[in-house]
């Protein structure tokens, strides 16, 4: 019988730590098993995500953040910061690990991250994977994805460029100038790129579409929509936001331990 995977738009641009407790409570109900794998695709208007382990104020220019408006949040899950607007599709998946020959990040980073290079693809770009988490295009990176496991269960999620303005972009995120050396670049805003700068003709459901395909074709699964989250998942994200992801010691006191 084909897996259902729940396709959920729900977003709330304007609270991104409200956000961000989403993302950790559809996870959390999937590790439930309340609901089936769930896909959901959203946005944030103005923010900087930053990793569980990173340091505000060494990843993010916070006078610049908060002249600007830019809300600044920590997520669960690894990796680097990056910045949001309504420009910026976000995609996060959440689904059981099947078989004793998928475990570990290997599952994420050589298996579900597929979903979104396979979306590029349908959009008629030529994408590959560098590092193991990153996604680029012609050399210049649209997509960062981090994840997390957790026994049998697996949360992929990421950042596309689409329309992201990329000259706030590389004004508010900090970016270690060994990174820079590296790569034999001056500016974050030279080596990423966004989709409309690719192909303008693209629109953000043609973005939306693809993804779901692309997660569907991944997991040999049936997608269908649903309007909104289960109620046990209103309440958990509701008290991950009070409790943790709208605190200043989440966000900003947390360190590595």
């Known amino acids: 019988m084909t897996e259902k995977l729940r396709v959920l738009l729900t977003e709330f641009p304007e609270n991104s730590h409200l956000n961000l407790a ?15 794998d769930v896909l959901r695709i ?14 505000a104020e060494e990843e993010v220019d916070l006078d610049f953040a908060n002249s600007n408006s830019i809300q600044i949040v920590r997520r669960f899950t690894g990796g680097g910061a990056v910045y949001h607007d309504l420009g910026n599709i976000n995609f996060a998946l959440s689904t059981k690990i099947e078989g004793e020959g998928q475990r570990g990040v290997d599952f994420l980073y050589d298996h579900l991250i597929y979903g ?11 994408p590959s ?21 957790r026994k049998d269960c697996a949360f992929l999620h990421g950042a596309m460029l689409f329309s992201t303005d990329l000259s706030v972009l590389s004004k508010v995120l900090k970016v270690p100038l060994k990174k820079l050396q590296d790569k034999k670049i001056d ?32 997991l040999g699964a049936e997608g269908y929509y ?9 309440e958990l994200a509701r ?12 966000n900003f006191e947390r360190r590595r331990p």
């Open 22 to 36: 989403f993302e950790e409570a559809f996870f959390l109900s999937r590790c439930s098993e309340w609901t089936s």
């Open 42 to 55: 959203w946005r944030n208007e103005k923010a900087v995500v930053i990793g569980v382990f990173q340091k």
């Open 116 to 126: 979104a290079i396979e979306a590029l693809r349908l959009l008629g770009f030529n």
């Open 129 to 149: 994977k560098e590092n193991f988490n990153d996604i680029v295009i012609e050399g210049k990176k649209v997509i960062g994805v981090a994840g997390s496991i």
């Open 187 to 218: 500016s974050v805003k030279y080596r990423v790129s966004t989709l409309s700068q690719l192909k303008p003709e693209i629109e953000q459901k043609d973005v939306i579409l693809s993804l779901i395909e692309g997660f569907t074709k991944v």
């Open 226 to 234: 649903f309007d909104f989250p289960d109620k046990r998942e209103i």
């Open 239 to 250: 008290r991950l936001y009070l409790e943790k992801y709208s605190t200043v010691s989440w």
